[in-house]
């Protein structure tokens, strides 16, 4: 359940159509808001003139002071009326502090949109939506900022959502995200899930053979069974959401194809189908083992519909162990 979502703004228009779409979730969720602006500086050598530090400390204090009355004037908006907001200017990086205060302060999902420019503190959105998405452990919705983008998923009333799937445990982290995300946005009965493999046989071969594993060559008819397992796989997930979701309606399929991150943007990008697309940032299954986290950012680089990213335990407890061993590897130099 969404309890505290976090919504990173740098005082452009563009970057508050993420506090749009929040506010609407917290609304429906009894959510508090988190606003953070990161107050960042350019680099010294790009100053020319004065001393360096004292131009340093001048640049932001100036940034933390607009900072401060830009959130001020963001937290009176008619926007957030009714909602409980909290408000924080940080001083640092922005994409490590961004998630480090997500961390600190249990978010339950990070909002934020592709593309946001502020004057010297600008922050650009795009960047940082592919950092943050990749490294975050809660889940992130991404939101496009395209003047053809669709409305807010959920206004008409209904949702209808594209989850992608590989047929493994670490793909299946983002359904779950996907359908409380949705149960926010509209009543079970008028929520829509499809649930969609792409069978990429061609690079699972190719990815057997950069790794050194002494794969046969495909038999004929490889790619019909592995389409085939796809869609028992697909079935077999769709009853079990259908069990626990009876109001929601679910579906499935399963396609075949040489590129799977133009594939999904092809079928997301059929006008009309889906109000956003939910992925998880890694998930390999079997044969058919296309690395999500590519083909992740690939897809948001592309989609015009907001995107829900979501990252498996699995790689989230693998970056942890990575993280504790450069740390004991710096302490022991």
């Known amino acids: 359940m969404l309890k505290r979502i976090m919504v990173p703004l740098d005082g452009s228009e563009r970057a508050e159509r993420g506090l749009a779409m929040a506010a609407r979730l917290a609304r429906a969720t009894g959510s508090e808001l988190l606003l953070v ?3 960042s500086i350019p680099p010294i050598r790009f100053v020319p003139y004065g001393e360096p530090a004292q131009i340093a400390l001048a640049l932001i204090a100036n940034a933390r002071q607009a900072a401060d009355e830009y959130l ?4 009176k908006s008619p926007l957030v009326e009714g909602i409980t907001v909290e408000a924080r200017a940080i001083e640092g990086h922005v994409t490590g ?12 999902l990070i909002v934020l949109t592709t593309h946001g420019y ?10 940082v939506a592919q950092h943050v998405a990749r490294h975050s452990v809660v889940p992130v919705l991404v939101l496009p900022v395209r003047d053809d983008s669709p409305a807010h998923p959920g206004s008409t ?6 989850v992608t799937l590989d047929g493994s445990s670490l793909a299946e982290a983002a359904v779950a995200p996907a ?19 792409v069978v990429d046989f061609f690079t699972a071969m190719m990815s057997d053979a950069e790794r050194g594993q ?7 008819g490889a790619e019909e069974r592995a389409l085939e397992q796809a869609r028992l796989y697909l079935t077999e997930y769709t009853e079990r959401i259908r069990r ?4 929601m309606k679910v579906t499935s399929s399963a396609v075949l194809a040489g590129d799977a991150a133009k594939m999904i943007c092809d079928i997301a990008g059929n006008p009309s189908a889906y109000d956003f697309v939910a992925m998880a940032t890694h998930g390999r299954g079997g044969l058919q083992r296309w690395a999500m986290g590519s083909t992740t950012e690939r897809v948001l680089h592309a989609i015009h519909l907001p995107l829900l990213i979501v990252r498996s335990p699995v790689a989230i407890e693998h970056d942890l162990a990575a993280s504790e061993a450069a740390e004991l590897e710096e302490l022991h130099r």
């Open 244 to 247: 626990e979701n009876p109001q």
């Open 214 to 220: 002494n794969a046969p060559p495909p038999e004929i």
């Open 97 to 108: 502090d961004l998630l480090e205060v997500a961390r600190i302060e249990h978010c339950d």
């Open 157 to 162: 009333g209904e949702v209808r959502m594209l």
């Open 37 to 39: 602006r990161v107050v």
């Open 72 to 75: 001020k004037r963001i937290e």
């Open 179 to 197: 359908l409380e995300l949705g149960r926010a946005m509209a009543a079970p009965e008028r929520i829509s899930v499809h649930l969609l493999q």
């Open 118 to 127: 502020s004057g010297f503190n600008h922050l650009r959105l795009g960047r």
